[in-house]
């Protein structure tokens, strides 16, 4: 069996973010990571594969030449192989165009079953499953907290607020989980040194039949006209107890109509 892992090198949340004059985050420019939220869909595979299930993890990243560090720190966690899609002809995409990039590779890898984390902590929009699915006209199972797979079907539980559904999907297909899927392991630095000698393959647009034409900022349906710094935060008022802290802090509370 296949696996297919995605995993996005996305930018250090406390680096300061640049802007390239386009108004593209120059990803190019500022120190990344894995997305933790991925590190969970490693840890998932990984353990699929420990416990028996008779597979070939692979892991994909779309994303700049420093993505590969996501890629090598997957593969220190666990797995098999690397396929890197790098091309500057990406830059600037949107969600779909990305979706576009991660299908046309995955036909190229093939797969049986895709897990993908729930949402990646930069762009944060949780909408890469369902398009794949979509794209791949494969069954998508979203959102797991738990995944399980017997003969070609997966099996997962997805927490609901008021009950767990228990959802089965034939494969091939595109399951996304949760970070209650179980606590991602650290490798050791004999794992971290191991994982440079497995296969990574780099992969450009023209080897997954894409046209540059259907990705970047050119063919984005989302358009930036201008980026703003936040505001400084304010300083807080300070309310001191001279007998009457309750009063004022009930006042300060009252007055916002928060009680
Ligand atoms: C080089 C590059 C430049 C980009 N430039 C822009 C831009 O200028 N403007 C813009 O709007 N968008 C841009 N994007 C697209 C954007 O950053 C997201 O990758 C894309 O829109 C997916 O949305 P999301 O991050 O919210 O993913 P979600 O849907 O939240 O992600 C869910 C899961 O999908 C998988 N996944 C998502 N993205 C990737 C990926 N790249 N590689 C592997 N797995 C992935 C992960 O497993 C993740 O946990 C760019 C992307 C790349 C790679």
Known sequence: MKIVVLVKHV???????KFAPDMTIDRGAIDGHLSELDEYAVESAVRLVEGGLDAEITYLTVGPAQAKDGLLKALAMGGDKAVHVQDDAIHGSDALATSLVLA????KTGFDLVVTGMSSTDGEMSVMPSMLAERLGVNQATFADAIAVSGNTVTIAREGDGATLDVAATLP???????????????AFRQIMMAKKKPLEVLSLSDIGVSAGDVGAGAAAVKVRSIDAAPERQAGAVVT????GAAQLADFLAARGLI
């Open 104 to 107: 046309k590779a995955l036909e």
């Open 173 to 187: 297909a595109v399951v996304s989980v949760t970070d209650r899927t179980g606590e991602a392991r650290y490798p």
């Open 241 to 244: 107890d001279d007998g009457t």
């Open 11 to 17: 930018p250090e949340p406390t680096a300061v973010w």
